[in-house]
Nanobody, 124 residues
């Protein structure tokens, strides 16, 4: 049984930083593609960032490019999202997800497993 668990969310002032973590267990194959998505109140879940199984390829949403960094420690099946220069519009529940394959993908329907989410609130 695949299990993903996020941590690291919280309340931060505009311009501040947070680092989200995602720990994965029960993964059916080595080094799957992983991604971060977020969902703000009243809005649909949206792509934030993703990373390939090798860690060599990453993609970001335009809204976070240059402020967020995704990386992973393959040996520990752990993924991170370093979020800097946070803005009030980054406020959302952040979810980590495991892709069906090893590629980095922005497509939400290519992710089979999801964590429960961690709340991020950015005050102005």
């Amino acid at each position: 049984q695949v299990h993903l668990s996020e941590s690291g969310g919280g309340l931060v002032q505009s311009g501040g930083s947070l680092r989200l973590s995602c720990a994965a267990s029960g993964i059916p194959f080595s080094n799957p593609g992983l991604g971060w998505f977020r969902q703000a109140p009243g809005k649909e879940r949206e792509f934030v960032a993703c990373i390939s199984g090798s860690g060599a390829i990453t993609y970001y949403a335009d809204s976070v490019k240059g402020r967020f960094t995704i990386f992973r420690y393959k040996a520990k099946n752990t993924m991170f999202l370093q979020m800097d220069n946070l803005r009030p519009e980054d406020t959302a529940v952040y979810f980590c997800a495991q892709a069906r394959g090893m590629i980095a993908t922005r497509q939400i329907n290519e992710y089979d497993y999801w964590g429960q989410g961690t709340h991020v609130t950015v005050s102005s």
